[in-house]
């Protein structure tokens, strides 16, 4: 891997392909699988994560909103786009750009058939989303009827796929909670059979799901962080690869007396003789300042040194007293050691929020080969 020379965001496509051929291996060889790529595929860049998925073989792609499905078919990547949580007022451009809505309560479902009637379209692919206990988006139960009757002598739509999402899939705690959302989906699914001819394939499962509820694939999951080389379990993690490794170099290094401060508001006093280091990336490249005042590490030349005081803008200090490093040398703020999880647990978040918090201001470099 070259050294960096500034701050870059090293995305990694050979663990990517690691990664989805470890979740493959998890699954029937009939079930399809659905890559989520969904805010720039979990703060990587997202027409890169798609274009090699599309050459994987991946069935599906899920984003949340439609402009990023805009922005993968601009990039001309062809697969089946699932828009997870689209907006009326984008209606139009969903179906011009052949995307395929979630349709998640009876006002969206109305909407969009106005929207599909007024473009003339015919049998256009949507996916209904069921509620099971997440309580977060979706049709309850006995809203069946409901949409069958909106279906009725309409062939605007064809319901191409039905899902729901678990609440706790990688919470074993939680597990009595998660085989009854299983069930009830089951039940939501066999009675939508029953009741129409549509015949639309099934999903429910994220990464989690896939590691803890094998027995709950039905014909598609969804997976995002396991893509990108996390499984919300120390073992699951073990076998994974991470695809983002946050990198940057040493800007200045100040040696400071005792009794000295660095940075915003005095926030850190120098208890001796201590060394610091001055790095170029902040809050605004999405290291939030929850991470300063000592409770982070980053890694310099393979050795732990604290962010202190406050966080700023663009930059942050950290400790590297006992380290040998010079001006230059390369800082891994995330990646192989600390991984992201590490880093986020040092704040009591999780590897979703930094992976999606790493701002477009961080240059993007990928490895291929
Ligand atoms: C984001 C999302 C996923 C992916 O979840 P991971 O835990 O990242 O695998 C799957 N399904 C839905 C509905 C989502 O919103």
């Not at 439609?66 to 786009?81: N, W």
């Not at 109305?110 to 003339?120: D, H, I, P, S």
């Not at 005042?293 to 406050?310: D, E, H, P, R, S």
Request: proline share 4%; net charge neutral.
């Amino acid at each position: 891997m070259p050294k960096a020379a500034e701050t870059v965001l090293e995305i990694n496509l050979i663990n990517l392909e690691h990664n989805y051929r470890y979740l493959k291996g998890k699954l029937k060889p009939e079930t399809k699988f659905l890559g989520v790529v969904k805010a720039f595929a979990y703060g990587s860049d997202s027409v890169k994560i798609a274009q090699k998925l599309e050459k994987l073989g991946v069935d599906y792609f899920a984003v949340a909103y439609v402009h990023e499905g805009v922005q993968l078919r601009d990039a001309g990547i062809k697969t089946p786009i699932l828009v997870l949580h689209p907006q009326a007022v984008n209606f139009k451009i969903l179906i011009e750009r052949c995307l395929e809505p979630s349709l998640y309560s009876p006002k969206i479902l109305k909407e969009f058939l106005e929207v599909a009637k007024e473009l003339q379209q015919k049998d256009y692919p949507v996916h209904v989303k069921f509620n099971t206990g997440l309580n977060r988006l979706g049709f309850w139960e006995n809203d069946i009827n409901f949409i069958l009757e909106k279906l009725d002598n309409r062939s605007e739509i064809q319901v191409t796929s039905i899902f729901s999402h678990l609440a706790a899939s990688e919470d074993l705690k939680e597990k009595e909670f998660t085989l009854k959302q299983i069930r009830n989906f089951k039940k939501i699914a066999q009675e939508f059979d029953k009741k129409t001819d549509q015949k639309p394939f099934k999903h429910l499962l994220n990464t989690s799901g896939i590691i803890n509820y094998p027995e709950a694939q039905f014909d598609m999951v969804r997976s995002g962080i396991g893509l990108y080389g996390f499984g919300n379990d120390a073992e699951i993690d073990s076998q994974l690869k991470p695809v983002a490794t946050l990198k940057t170099i040493i800007s200045q290094i100040h040696k400071i007396e005792p009794g000295e401060t660095v940075g915003y508001n005095r926030a850190f006093t120098s208890e001796g003789y201590q060394i610091t280091a001055t790095l170029p990336i902040g809050h605004a490249d999405g290291i939030g300042r929850q991470y300063g005042n000592g409770k982070t590490y980053v890694n310099v030349n393979g050795q732990k040194a604290a962010i202190i005081g406050n966080v700023c803008m663009d930059m942050i200090m950290i400790d590297i007293t006992n380290i040998d490093c010079k001006e230059g040398d390369e800082v891994v703020i995330f990646g192989d050691n600390p991984s992201a999880e590490e880093f986020a647990s040092t704040s009591k978040t999780i590897s979703y929020e930094l992976l999606t918090s790493i701002s477009q201001r961080v240059k993007r470099v990928f490895i291929e080969s």
